[in-house]
């Protein structure tokens, strides 16, 4: 039945990305801005894609003022920045002209590794699970996502 799942999502050109989960409960992904290398926490209730501001530079972001406030993990209005155009790839599957939205995510990496998990770059949120049709194996731990 496991892999009656995982053909069939192929078969309909989904990429099978590995997921890792956590000590803090969280899946984990790798994932490749602008042809850098990063680690992630893939949050479904994340309505955007962020960066932490320390890592703008690091992954090669154009960055511009966002009047935009974010909020979330335990914090409230934060300022944010806004970087477009990005190529992100996870796995096998890329997207070009990705918008990230950046803030500080202090907070997050000290919560993180008070628990003993490695800090993050950053979340993959639901504006790229939506856009690439992502489906969730929480059992096998596996993410599909969906080119074209």
Not at 45 to 73: N, P, Q, Y
Not at 75 to 91: E, P, Y
Not at 124 to 130: C, E, M, P, Q, S
């Amino acid at each position: 039945m496991e892999n009656d799942l995982k053909e069939f999502l192929l078969k309909k050109g989904y990429t099978k990305i590995k997921l890792r989960f956590t000590k803090t409960n969280h899946f984990e992904i790798k994932a490749t801005i602008n042809g850098v290398k990063g680690l992630f926490i893939l949050d479904t209730g994340a309505s955007s894609s962020c960066i932490g501001f320390d890592d703008a530079e690091h992954f090669k972001l154009e960055v511009k003022a966002s009047d935009i406030k974010a909020s979330g993990a335990g914090a409230t209005n934060m300022l944010t920045r806004i970087s477009k155009q990005n190529t992100l790839k996870i796995g096998r599957w890329k997207k070009d002209k990705v918008t990230f939205v950046l803030f500080d995510l202090s907070h997050v990496n000290i919560a993180l590794t008070t628990h003993n998990a490695q800090p993050v770059n950053g979340i993959i949120g639901a504006d790229i699970l939506k856009k690439a049709k992502g489906i969730i194996d929480y059992d096998k731990k596996y993410l599909y996502l969906k080119s074209k």
